[in-house]
């Protein structure tokens, strides 16, 4: 575990030790591989989150860090409350990737358009959701966009997503692992997974940047 990991993680237990009795942890979690927009850019830059190299290197990252260090650092809590499963009403198009500007707008510099920062992936590969709070899942839903999609020039749409993987309830795990086949696809796309958590109606919601190698 990287050491920010380990450190976010002991921040979350000492956190759940002190709110006790009153049951309500701030931990929650993300997709962590292929790395969520906040997640990556926090791995990447959180420990020299003000190196001006970051605008040149990295600078869907750098506008993402100017616009809202917190979404880095609460890299868990991309979730809306309360959303009864209808996530396409409550999430207009070209804010899927701020959950609809989830959290008083907090993560809204996801939904930038530009190239991010994108993993390398073979066509199957797999979704490593980091439930740290062990929520669980009612259910996962994990959305491919479509060949001929450029995420470097389009927002992201509802229409633009194919559903390729549904997944059931899932017991508490710190790490679930979906496989995934992204069929023919090549080169960039986006991974949008959305995790209903099972201790209340809790929707986290996903962008992860890829590349697929074939
Ligand atoms: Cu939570």
Request: net charge neutral.
């Amino acid at each position: 575990m990287p050491t920010r990991l380990r450190a976010a993680a002991l921040a979350s237990a000492s956190a759940l030790l002190l709110t006790g009795a009153a049951g309500v942890a701030a931990a929650h979690g993300s997709a962590i591989d292929p790395p969520t927009r906040n997640y990556g850019c926090w791995e990447r830059w959180g420990d020299d989150f003000q190196n001006p190299a970051m605008a040149t290197e990295d600078p869907m990252c750098w506008q993402a860090w100017q616009a809202n260090t917190n979404a880095m650092w609460n890299w868990n809590g991309l979730y809306r409350e309360g959303v009864k499963g209808n996530h396409q009403g409550a999430i207009p198009d070209g804010q899927l990737c701020s959950g609809g500007r989830a959290e008083g707008g907090r993560y809204n510099a996801m939904d930038a358009v530009g190239n991010w920062k994108a993993a390398d992936k073979p066509n199957n590969f797999k979704v490593d959701v980091y439930d740290q709070a062990l929520h669980g899942g009612d259910y996962y839903k994990v959305y491919l966009t479509k060949q001929g999609f450029n995420p470097l020039t389009q927002p992201l749409g509802w229409g633009n997503l194919e559903l390729v993987k549904e997944v059931g309830k899932t017991a508490p795990a710190s790490h679930t692992l979906i496989d995934v086949n992204a069929g023919s696809r090549t080169g960039r796309h986006i991974v949008y997974t959305i995790w209903q958590a099972s201790h209340s109606d809790q929707s986290y919601y996903f962008c992860s940047d890829v590349n697929f190698t074939g």
